[in-house]
């Protein structure tokens, strides 16, 4: 008998009865959310005055070992931290946060829903309601998945998060990450572009690509930069994060148990600039005591 595999992320994992892929949904299951909050911290042109409806979604398909998201993000999520389960209570939910934003909609690592994606935009656009799509991803994509997600999709806003294959394996377990990141960059750049087209300061259509510089690993971040540059565009939109906090776990490898430092971050921006970027978003090294999130009754920022 053959066996079925998932085909929405590029783990590929098998879709046993009762077992569970390597991001922790089981075949077939249910959209699980663990917050939707109305978010004022991202870039300018996503946020606004008046914020994005981020839609939190519980899992990951890439389990990075230092994620600050990581109580909502593991393969098993305590009960009390998912809000919402099932397709009607979710458009429920972001139905009543979005009245409160810019009309932006935040899909928050929602590859391991890929599929249910397309019938949660066909219910928002069923109320007549219809925000700016905004979907938030690892960058760990099938381009298959991307093709089927271009028409409900408005902006791309992927992570870029390693250059080198042997640290992504023994971050995020994902070896093929570079390979596979890039070949989703690529699509995401032939749908979208380098433009950022706004409308009284909010985009409206594109791509921003994200990278979170992590202590001890600037070549990594560099060679990120290089291969935008190279491959991509330098007129492209880059959000270079300097965010990252230790997350309360033991046994961190490297130097992921300390902050970035100063003279780290400054090689790596002095890199984006050589490099001939131009738009985009350079955050200042305090961030990482503004950006860390509390799941719990509702979700917090330090």
């Given at each position: 008998m053959e066996e079925d595999f998932c085909t929405v992320c590029p783990r590929g994992c098998p879709e046993g009865a009762a077992g569970r892929g390597f991001c922790g949904k089981a075949a077939g299951a249910m959209m699980?959310?663990?917050e939707i909050v109305v978010h004022r911290g991202e870039e300018p042109v996503l946020s606004g005055q008046r914020g994005i409806c981020n839609v939190f979604f519980a899992h990951c398909n890439l389990q990075c070992i230092y994620c600050q998201n990581h109580t909502i993000s593991g393969r098993c999520v305590e009960e009390r931290l998912v809000r919402h389960r099932g397709m009607e209570p979710v458009v429920d939910a972001i139905a009543r946060r979005l009245a409160e934003t810019e009309n932006m909609l935040g899909l928050v690592t929602a590859t391991h829903y890929a599929d249910q994606i397309p019938a949660l935009m066909e219910a928002l656009w069923a109320r007549d309601l219809h925000p700016t799509v905004v979907y938030n991803s690892s960058g760990?994509?099938?381009?298959?998945?991307l093709q089927m997600l271009a028409p409900y999709v408005d902006i791309w806003l992927p992570d870029y998060k390693y250059?080198?294959?042997?640290l992504a394996a023994r971050y995020s377990h994902a070896a093929d990450y570079p390979r596979r990141a890039q070949e989703a960059l690529?699509?995401?750049?032939?749908?979208?572009?380098?433009?950022?087209?706004?409308?009284?300061?909010?985009?409206?259509?594109?791509?921003i690509v994200?990278?979170?510089?992590?202590?001890?690993q600037v070549e990594n971040s560099i060679g990120c930069l290089q291969w935008l540059a190279e491959n991509l565009s330098t007129r492209l939109h880059v959000s270079l994060m300097a965010q990252y906090c230790p997350p309360d776990?033991?046994?961190?490898?490297?130097a992921l148990g300390r902050r970035l430092e100063a003279a780290e971050y400054e090689r790596v921006v002095e890199a984006f600039f050589d490099l001939g970027f131009e738009r985009g978003w350079v955050q200042e090294l305090?961030?990482?005591?503004?950006y860390k999130p509390h799941f719990g009754e509702q979700i917090t920022f330090e």
């Open positions: 699980e959310v663990a760990y994509e099938r381009v298959e998945t250059s080198d294959s042997a690529l699509e995401m750049f032939a749908q979208k572009g380098a433009g950022l087209p706004t409308d009284e300061g909010l985009a409206f259509r594109g791509m994200r990278h979170l510089v992590l202590p001890g776990v033991p046994a961190l490898p490297d305090t961030a990482a005591d503004n």
